[in-house]
């Protein structure tokens, strides 16, 4: 049975020490992903990355949804923010592109663990890779739909047991130290400029998405207080996390031009045996599935509070009666997502990072425009916000301490960033691809033509003071 998500019963929330790991999960669960990196910029070139990102992109982002979040804890977080901001068009845009950020991804963890498994199954075939993918894709479905606190438990979970190879292979490798883990710091193939160019991409993938689970505001206990705090600890969780394997892999295992994907396995294979390559590889089962997992969270919630403001079908409101959990999104994404897991590695991560950089441009916009214009009282999201804050509110919740110059300054090095990415897939290796800029505009318009066509499904749209859902404490 499903009711509508106004008449759900109340089911129970995330404690904020289960939000640190699950943002930690949906950020990163693990170094796995960056080992192209490595190989594509050179060790010297590709660890400065890593120790860089987080200053000029993660931390940026994390301060803005940590002060966004505690001004304004309401479900749907940044696709809200941006509609407090700048209306629903505006806002719907925000909503729309993350979705299907989301669903890239998602697919992209999914077709990973299919990737990994071939440790124990060597000679997959494409069917079977299909399947497992497909299947992983339904298991995290189905956690989903039995609620935030059954996924918040298993991140914590899993996150230790991902930890657990990781751990063994920094010990080993600082054991077994015998080379200078940043030399050569650039790739002999290219030079500064083409080398650091090189693995950023994989960079700002790896150092995504503190975001996503903003748009779980209402399943958290005192969410203004709980996302400042997880978004404190991610941060350098995550950094350290990519940081301190590399560098130790690197130091005791001297073959850096043979990284590729899923090459710490190989690496845990040499540096400590069979056992700790074998535990690399189910770690990075593990991995996959708690990064799936926890972000299908976050785009479950999207088209559920798009509809209850007029902006997508009514059926996406629907709860479950007893957990909650928006049925109708969890099954419509996990149609989707089994349709994506056949398309490649490559052409997935490439979706991603176009459609996210600028969902995090109107992250920040929305940032500098609720400070300098906060959201009128007749916004429903500020009214429940206002009631939920309570004591906290007139403590003054958390702010980044900075004015408005200051805010874009601070932003300024990830829109840098982030207009790269997008002139990158226009003009790859600097020369005009005219059908990848014809993808991106098409990519694009389906924001305004869904806009159009959702409104109109919907029965126009509600205006901005229309239904919403708040964070409860």
């Keep these: 049975m499903a009711n509508e998500s106004s008449a759900a019963p109340g089911p129970r929330k995330a404690t904020a020490f289960q939000l640190v790991f699950m943002t930690y999960a949906v950020i990163c669960s693990g170094a796995y992903g960056l080992e192209q990196m490595v190989s594509a910029s050179g060790p010297g070139i590709a660890i400065a990355t890593l120790c860089l990102l987080p200053f000029i992109w993660a931390v940026p982002l ?22 407090m901001a700048f209306g629903n068009f505006v806002g719907y845009q925000a909503g729309w592109l993350v979705w299907l950020a989301n669903l890239a991804t998602n697919a992209v963890f ?34 989903n739909y039995r609620g935030i606190r059954i996924v918040g438990s298993a991140s914590v979970l ?18 077994h130290w015998r080379f200078n883990p940043f030399l050569p710091v650039v790739s002999p193939e290219k030079g500064w400029f083409g080398a650091s160019l090189a693995g950023l991409s994989i960079a700002i993938w790896l150092f995504s998405g503190f975001e996503k689970l903003t748009t779980n505001a209402a399943e958290v206990e005192n969410p203004s207080r709980a996302f400042p705090i997880a978004l404190a600890f991610s941060v350098p969780m995550t950094s350290l996390s990519y940081i301190i394997p590399t560098v130790a892999t690197l130091a005791a ?7 590729g994907e899923s090459y710490f396995s190989v690496a845990a294979r040499a540096i400590g045996g069979p056992w700790l390559g074998a535990g690399m590889a189910f770690g990075g089962l593990l991995s996959n599935l708690s990064l799936l997992m926890v972000t299908i969270l976050g785009q479950s919630r999207l088209p559920m509070v798009l509809a209850e403001d007029g902006l997508f079908p009514a059926s996406f409101r629907k709860t479950h009666a007893r957990y909650g959990t928006p049925v109708v999104s969890l099954v419509v994404g996990g149609v989707i997502l089994s349709f994506l897991v056949r398309m490649k590695f490559a052409d997935l991560a490439g979706l991603f990072s176009l459609v996210q950089v600028c969902a995090y441009l109107l992250i920040y916009a929305s940032l500098i ?36 110059a200051g805010l874009v300054g601070m932003t300024l090095p990830s829109i840098a960033l982030s207009a790269f990415v997008i002139m990158e897939k226009i003009w790859p290796s600097g020369v005009f691809d005219g059908r990848q800029a014809l993808y991106v505009l098409l990519l694009f318009a389906s924001g305004p033509v869904t806009y159009a066509v959702f409104r109109r499904v919907a029965g126009g749209g509600a205006p901005p003071q229309g239904p919403a859902r708040a964070a409860r404490s």
């Design 158 to 175: 899993l996150t230790i047991l991902i930890f657990l190879p990781f751990l063994a292979l920094t010990l080993l490798g600082l054991l």
């Design 369 to 404: 425009r609720l400070r300098s214009h906060p959201a009128p009282a007749p916004f429903p999201e500020v009214r429940r916000a206002s009631s939920v804050l309570g004591e906290t509110a007139r403590r003054a919740p958390f702010r980044i301490p900075m004015g408005t």
């Design 110 to 143: 999914a077709v990973l663990f299919a990737n990994y498994a071939r440790e124990w199954l060597p000679g997959m075939s494409g069917t079977l890779h299909w399947c497992i993918a497909a299947g992983l894709v339904w298991v995290a479905t189905w956690m």
């Design 253 to 259: 295992h001297d073959r850096w031009s043979e990284w």
């Design 62 to 83: 994390a301060l803005a949804c940590a002060e966004l979040s505690a001004r304004y804890p309401v479900e749907g977080g940044y696709y809200r923010w941006a509609r």
